[in-house]
T-cell receptor, first 113, second 118 residues
Framework: EDQVTQSPEALRLQEGESSSLNCSYTVSGLRGLFWYRQDPGKGPEFLFTLYSAGEEKEKERLKATLTKKESFLHITAPKPEDSATYLC??????????????FGPGTSLSVIP | DTGVSQDPRHKITKRGQNVTFRCDPI?????LYWYRQTLGQGPEFLTY????????KSRLLSDRFSAERPKGSFSTLEIQRTEQGDSAMYLCASSQARSLTDGDTEAFFGQGTRLTVV
């Protein structure tokens, strides 16, 4: 069964303390991995798409990387405004079906001033 | 076009009542998705459309749920005989797909409709 897990469940950082969030997946026919940011009470906001192992994408203090089994979202020198839930999602093409996007449970990040 | 729009933002209803939510996608997007999200969980897939065709429906979706996208533009999600377990955030997203068998670009989400069943 296709599955996406994220760790840690929650992460508390001091402002400026760099760290990484993990997204692990067990799927067949991966056709893309997405990272989203979600603020409380709002819809997810798109951050990155990664398609192949070795690919990296950067945006401000965030950098996403992809291997064959997992993806990392690196946060460099985070600020309090980076506090949010970070969601990972994968697109798969099950045989005999159309593509579908499966989300992980998310990592709740808190950055303390 | 400023993005995906959902209406209403909040809905409180009594158990057993029917509710309907609306989603207006980004105008040039041909795919429209509905997700449900409960506190502390990631979005859970419900169904999606390519233009007016409903391509996939989650096995977890009970018969009380129905979605339409009559002209390939806006979509509605109706829940009949609501139950307390239906309380959740209902998210709509849209994207652009090149073909039925080709993956689409990233999906952009609306702000969601928060449903509370009392």
């Amino acid at each position: 069964e296709d599955q996406v897990t994220q760790s840690p469940e929650a992460l508390r950082l001091q402002e400026g303390e760099s760290s990484s969030l993990n997204c692990s997946y067990t799927v067949s026919g991966l056709r893309g991995l997405f990272w989203y940011r979600q603020d409380p009470g709002k819809g997810p906001e798109f951050l990155f798409t990664l398609y192949s192992a070795g690919e990296e994408k950067e945006k401000e203090r965030l950098k996403a990387t992809l291997t064959k089994k997992e993806s990392f979202l690196h946060i460099t020198a985070p600020k309090p405004e980076d506090s949010a839930t970070y969601l990972c999602a994968v697109r798969v093409f099950p045989s005999g079906s159309y593509d579908k996007v499966i989300f992980g449970p998310g990592t709740s990040l808190s950055v303390i001033p | 076009d400023t993005g995906v729009s959902q209406d209403p933002r909040h809905k409180i209803t009594k158990r057993g009542q029917n509710v309907t939510f609306r989603c207006d996608p980004i105008s040039e997007h041909n795919r429209l998705y509905w997700y449900r999200q409960t506190l502390g969980q990631g979005p859970e897939f419900l169904t999606y459309f390519q233009n007016e065709a409903q391509l996939e429906k989650s096995r977890l979706l009970s018969d009380r749920f129905s979605a339409e996208r009559p002209k390939g533009s806006f979509s509605t999600l109706e829940i009949q005989r609501t139950e307390q377990g239906d309380s959740a955030m209902y998210l709509c997203a849209s994207s652009q797909a090149r073909s039925l068998t080709d993956g689409d670009t990233e999906a952009f989400f609306g702000q969601g409709t928060r449903l509370t069943v009392v």
